[in-house]
């Protein structure tokens, strides 16, 4: 079945670089691929759904990438501040396949000031 | 609309207690999931009904960990006995039937600490 592996698990950087978490998957026929936040104590909050129609999508301070050749989906978190601070999970899913997605391990960011 | 609700929040148990985990989806979806939560696994999945249904029973976990759907607002999930090791924090999450986009509604879970 699919597997999903994200990169890196922890990441620490100062307030206003750049973030980058990366996942690749393995099942090609993978279609549906989002991004979920997870604060501390907190549940998972949609961040974005990407489908491999799109290969950039922007949000608010952030961009997604998906590169179906590679089979690589990625976030980067332009301009990190303190509020960013959390672990990011990275889900794929495929077509017909009844809302069932594979997560990413996750990468707990961290945004120093 | 209301989220998806979890109880309880937090449970302690001893090593070969009973547990059940309780889950209200969001009204109208049909689809539920549980899944497991740890650090260095991060989400895996337990089981997931659509319509109430079975349709998925995560292989590992099939001989101590039953989840059971006996209306379609509510959920239980089973641990017994417990051990150890089910330390985890256990998250159900929805889905709205024929959305087919996959995007899951997640409650905030639950913490079961097991002595």
């Keep these: 079945g699919e597997q999903v592996e994200q990169r890196p698990p922890h990441l620490s950087v100062r307030e206003g670089d750049s973030a980058f978490i990366t996942c690749t998957y393995t099942d090609p026929n993978s279609y549906y691929f989002f991004w979920y936040k997870q604060e501390p104590g907190a549940s998972l909050q949609l961040l974005m759904k990407v489908f491999s129609s799109t290969e950039i999508n922007e949000g608010q301070g952030f961009t997604v990438l998906l590169n179906k050749k590679d089979k690589r989906l990625s976030l980067n978190l332009t301009a990190a501040h303190p509020g960013d601070s959390a672990a990011y999970f990275c889900a794929a899913g495929l077509s017909g396949s009844f809302n069932k997605l594979t997560f990413g391990a996750g990468t707990r960011l961290a945004v120093c000031p | ?115």
């Design chain 2, 1 to 115: 609309d209301a989220g998806v609700t979890q109880t309880p929040r937090h449970e302690v148990a001893e090593k070969g207690q009973t547990i059940i985990l309780k889950c209200e989806p969001v009204s109208g979806h049909n689809d539920l999931f549980w899944y497991r939560q740890t650090k260095i696994q991060g989400l895996e999945l337990l089981s997931y009904f659509r319509s109430k249904s079975l349709m998925e029973d995560g292989g590992a976990f099939k001989d101590r960990f039953k989840a059971e759907m006996l209306n379609s607002s509510f959920s239980t999930l089973k641990i017994q006995p417990t051990e150890p090791k089910d330390s985890a924090v256990y998250l159900c999450a929805s889905s709205r039937l024929g959305s087919n986009t996959g995007q899951l509604y997640f409650g905030e879970g639950s913490k079961l600490t097991v002595l």
